[in-house]
């Protein structure tokens, strides 16, 4: 059965606790995740969203437990990737002619999803439907995150529907964000929006502006993933204003691959210096072979400067560094700087490299970097412990 958020408004989603992975396994999701769809009893039904595909028929089959699906009168779709429109096929199968209402690009990813030509009712930025003693305001928020993206206001309720925006990939039955650990949430949140929103972050802050000048009352944000914020809903908008601004904390992160530990060897040295250079920063490694590719990120995304290390293999460099830098060039992160290391045996033109695609990738490069030949002795390590000083210099200007 539902949960009743109000005297109007019930949830009506699915909460994933198996859930590990996601987007083709591109986003990992240690904690699960739910797809939340929301049911609204005015006098006139409306359904808002529905959930990922493999959950199509139990989603149908405990909708028609909370209602007659004949008396919906309407189904309004703020994003259509397949984890929100992936019961649509099943619904309207039952409810073949109810409208569907949503963007026009919205109608242009169902129908090339479905192959369906369903009762669409395209809307844009300020239209409205009245349900009775509530309105729906649409707002259009493309690329938050794909070009079909949009918000529902429902007035009355003061509840923002904001489908992927302010949302995160967690399991939790409370719904609430009050209900929730705040750490754990907060964690969620930001890898959330490091690994999904980053390259959209000018969209979000101008897309924020605009429903914050209509200064509309909000009691609720409800998400399609993750928690329905109600206590102090406004934090999760004034936090993505502040990662939207080119965010940055006082960390530097190192990440690296290793063959036979001399890169590993290197990036303890490295970090030694700088937490010596400066005791206030937070340093943290990560072996990019053996760490989730999300979390990493999600510390790049925290800091204001990286080191990334490898080996050279075969005249390259390693396939999880490539991979992990393949991942951050797309996310197009600004305001941060960057520099290379790495070990090797004869060529040593991973470092090289390394510093191409940082610099390609939007890093602002301090250096040419640093290699080692072979396993660096005590001499090396030293040296390499000044480097990490030096390192502090350079990414504090």
């Not at 001399?262 to 990019?288: C, H, Q, W, Y």
Request: charged share 25%; hydrophobic share 35%; aromatic share 10%.
């Amino acid at each position: 059965m539902g949960k009743k958020l109000t005297d109007k408004v019930t949830w009506v989603g699915k909460i994933d606790w198996e859930l590990k992975s996601f987007h083709g396994n591109e986003y990992s999701t240690s904690r699960g995740s739910s797809y939340n769809s929301y049911l609204i009893r005015d006098e006139k039904v409306v359904l808002i969203d529905t959930v990922w595909q493999p959950y199509d028929k139990e989603f149908v089959s405990r909708l028609k437990k909370e209602i007659d699906l004949k008396s919906i009168d309407y189904i309004i779709m703020n994003h259509n990737e397949i984890d929100h429109s992936g019961a649509l096929v099943e619904l309207m199968r039952e409810i073949p002619d109810t409208p569907i209402y949503c963007t026009k690009n919205g109608a242009k990813i169902i129908k090339g999803h479905y192959h369906q030509d369903w009762n669409f009712v395209t809307v844009k930025t300020g239209d409205t439907l009245d349900i009775g003693e509530s309105k729906l305001v649409f707002v259009e928020a493309p690329m938050l995150h794909w070009p079909d993206s949009m918000f529902t206001y429902m007035t009355g309720e003061n509840i923002l529907f904001s489908n992927d925006a302010f949302g995160q990939h967690y399991a939790t039955e409370s719904l609430y964000n009050d209900a929730a650990d705040e750490a754990e949430l907060y964690q969620e949140a930001i890898k959330y929006y490091a690994n999904i929103l980053t390259p959209f972050s000018k969209f979000v802050t101008k897309k924020i502006g605009e429903v914050l000048s209509l200064k509309l009352p909000l009691s609720m944000i409800c998400t399609s993933h993750g928690v329905i914020w109600k206590d102090n809903p406004a934090q999760i908008i004034e936090q993505y204003l502040i990662w939207a601004d080119d965010y940055q904390e006082n960390q530097i992160t190192l990440v690296y691959d290793t063959m036979w530990n001399s890169t590993r060897k290197m990036a303890e040295a490295i970090a030694s210096g700088i937490e010596e250079a400066d005791p206030n920063v937070t340093v943290k490694l990560f072996n990019t072979s053996k760490e989730d590719k999300n979390d990493v990120i999600t510390e790049i995304f925290k800091s204001k400067g990286i080191l990334v290390g490898s080996p050279t293999i075969n005249g390259g460099h390693s396939y999880s560094i490539a991979g992990l830098l393949e991942m951050v060039a797309g996310l197009k992160m600004k305001n941060k700087k960057a520099a290379a290391f790495g070990s090797y045996g004869w060529g040593g033109e991973a470092v090289k490299q390394l510093t191409e695609k940082l610099k390609n990738a939007g890093f602002e490069v301090e250096d040419d970097g640093v290699r080692t030949m072979w396993v660096p002795d005590c001499q090396e390590l030293d040296s390499l412990k000044e480097y990490g000083k030096r390192i502090v210099e350079l990414f504090g200007k």
